[in-house]
T-cell receptor
Framework: GAGVSQTPSNKVTEKGKYVELRCDPI?????LYWYRQSLGQGPEFLIY????????DSGLPNDRFFAVRPEGSVSTLKIQRTERGDSAVYLC????????????????FGPGTRLTVL | SQELEQSPQSLIVQEGKNLTINCTSS?????LYWYKQKYGEGLIFLMM???GGEEKSHEKITAKLDEKKQQSSLHITASQPSHAGIYLC???????????WGAGTKLIIKP
């Protein structure tokens, strides 16, 4: 079975431009997470979807960041007016959390998109 | 400040030697997850611990969670080049969907 996929794997853009990062989760996973990871750091939570709705977007750094998951599967992270500080690896993960009654939340990660803002 | 402290930050080990990585929290953990990350790749799930005193092993990797559920260790026996990478611990502190992450431990294996 296919794992979590993310496209593009690398994105280089200029300051001020708009970018979209795509995540295709494991089929049937209702929970989807976006993280941002800077060099030498662990993942930083951005947003969590349960189905189509953003259940928690408290990690989005400001209103330039927005994410959607219109059909409860593929998600797109959108960044407007990119800044150099946005450069990082953006990770997507999915899990069965919320779909089954379970007390643990094993998240399956994609390979990430490396965003470089020049 | 980090809610989860990982130590050491980096580690260089001779191939064949044993090593231990630690993950410490000031709060009680509901679940502790160990992941491995290689450059340019996503995080690969290794093990998850939930109960105080729990210990799990997979091949040459053993993870333990202390009785107080505030500290976990990852031990690798007879290290191999394939063990090289960044080891991350993630914790569920409130029994909900969000994991809090340590900064990672970079492991280098010298041949």
């Amino acid at each position: 079975g296919a794992g979590v996929s993310q496209t593009p794997s690398n994105k280089v853009t200029e300051k001020g431009k708009y970018v979209e990062l795509r995540c295709d989760p494991i089929s049937g996973h209702t929970a989807l997470y976006w993280y941002r990871q800077s060099l030498g750091q662990g993942p930083e939570f951005l947003i969590y979807f349960q189905g189509t709705g953003a259940a928690d977007d408290s990690g989005l750094p400001n209103d330039r960041f927005f994410a959607v998951r219109p059909e409860g599967s593929v998600s797109t992270l959108k960044i407007q007016r990119t800044e150099r500080g946005d450069s990082a690896v953006y990770l997507c993960a999915s899990s069965l959390w919320g779909r089954e009654l379970r007390s643990y939340n094993e998240q399956f990660f994609g390979p990430g998109t490396r965003l470089t803002v020049l | 400040s980090q809610e989860l402290e990982q130590s050491p930050q980096s580690l260089i080990v001779q191939e064949g030697k044993n090593l231990t990585i630690n993950c410490t929290s000031s709060k009680t953990l509901y679940g502790l997850y160990w992941y491995k990350q290689k450059y340019g790749e996503g995080l690969i799930f290794l093990m998850m611990l939930q109960k105080g005193g729990e210990e799990k092993s997979h091949e040459k990797i053993t993870a333990k969670l202390d009785e107080k559920k505030q500290q976990s260790s990852l031990h690798i026996t007879a290290s191999q080049p394939s063990h090289a990478g960044i080891y991350l611990c993630g914790a569920d502190m409130d029994s909900n969907y969000q994991l809090i992450w340590g900064a990672g431990t970079k492991l280098i294996i010298k041949p």
